[in-house]
């Protein structure tokens, strides 16, 4: 799923039937029940992460008549693809507190407070403000909690000391994931079409007070490792981090009141921020002593692949931009006397997805040791997408200036959808693989920053889409998906070797 905070790691192995969690014979805190609460919690709060953002662009798209704010097309766009590349990036910052300063059990909470608080904000809050703070909330508090609620889950099953339950645990945690992801925007933009965009805003505040709830409930049950901080900061450079977080907010409010950073220009300044902070990445790894040669090859082997996933996601992400301003101008939506709900044309991509994951999974478990390498996995991803706009590309000009039928448009989410499989989990699996020994985790922190680059570029590309006509832009999206995957399928070779540095075979 797109996801991904919401990866899905069926493919990694784990059958749930044969390995549950729920038989542990631990003392002490069941992993049983703080596994099951804490995917519970994440259910709920990934119903309102998607659920809110099923509708975002049409509340910004849509006139005032209609409930939205009548925002320019380009501008929706650079709102909707900074809002998304800013919740990733912020969950680089929560990791750290949740490392250094602030248990992890602390920091989720917090977030689910400050998150619940956005959504209620949207919910009643009409207008430019309202959008402004909630979706600020939304972004502060998602980073707080979204990979310190992942690292309490891996505390629970660490409980556990047979390792095959782990793979079927986390297997149960992102079961919950894609299932609050399908129906939040289901049941919100159902609201949304029947009674208006605050009520679909409104469930999803309801679904984040569950989640809140929930997790309240569920804090005691937690092992004792998520209320201690793992690598305290030491107190004499705590007042350090004081301040540089002073300097930004200021630095952040300085631009906003000079106009420098404009709702135009958020999208670029995101994908700069994602671009900096992946050098960074890059290059803290690849220069530290504490990184051998092969593990250096490996890292530079990965390059390539983690722009192609950056431009992957920015293609895929494009259906809160530039494919919602295209539903909003040129898909007819009514079937006899009722409209179909607009958010579910975005649903359908991700669902599509969850759908085929088992398959492709089962698939690969089949071939075993024949099955393709994760380049040319990466490569038949950015093919499909790129064949999914070359389709799209034809159904607009057989149209011509005509409404599009809605199954078509169905159609291309469907191949848009479940090309992830190739993509998401592939990246995910091999970042956790070829990562240096003492930089697994940041390794793991690079590969998020796909999805940060990813919804940036899809704001910067539906800016792109209000600017030329439709016809260029899906054969420019089609020739550079099909022309980036056949480049990583010719490279196979020597990126393949690359990546493989060291490691057995």
Partial sequence: MSTTPHQNTTAAGGNPDKASPETSGQSGHSPRRGLWSMAFTELWERYSFYGLQGILSFYLLYALAAGGLAVAPA???????????AVYLSQIFGAWLGDRLVSPQHMVLSGA???TAGHVVLAFAPGFAGLGIGLVCIVVGTGALKTNITSIVGFVLD?????RYR???FSYFYMAINIGAVVGPLTTGLAQNELGFHYGFGLAAIGMVVALVQYLVSMKHLPERARIVNNPLPPNRRPLVVIVGLVFVAAVGSALATGLLRAENLSTVVTVAAL????????????????????????LGYLPLFLASGVYFGFLFQKFTAISILITERIDLHIGGWTFPVAWITTVSPLAAVLITPLIARMWNTMGQRQPGPVTKFAIGLTQIGCAYLFLLIISEATGDAEIPLALILLFMIAAGSSEVFVGPIGLSLATKIGPKK???QMVGLNFLTLALGSSLAGLLGQ???AINNA??????AVCGIGIGLALLAGRGPLGRLLGAGLER
């Fill in 472 to 477: 260029s832009y899906f054969t420019i999206t």
């Fill in 439 to 441: 930089f697994r985790s």
């Fill in 276 to 299: 900096l902070a992946a050098t960074a990445y890059f290059l803290t790894m690849t220069t530290s002593s504490a990184v051998t040669s092969d593990e250096r090859r490996r890292i």
């Fill in 113 to 115: 407070i400050v998150i």
């Fill in 159 to 163: 409980q556990n000391p047979d390792g």
């Fill in 75 to 85: 501008v929706a766009a650079g709102i909707v693809g900074a809002y998304g590349g």
């Fill in 167 to 169: 793979d079927a645990g």
């Fill in 464 to 466: 792109l889409f209000t």
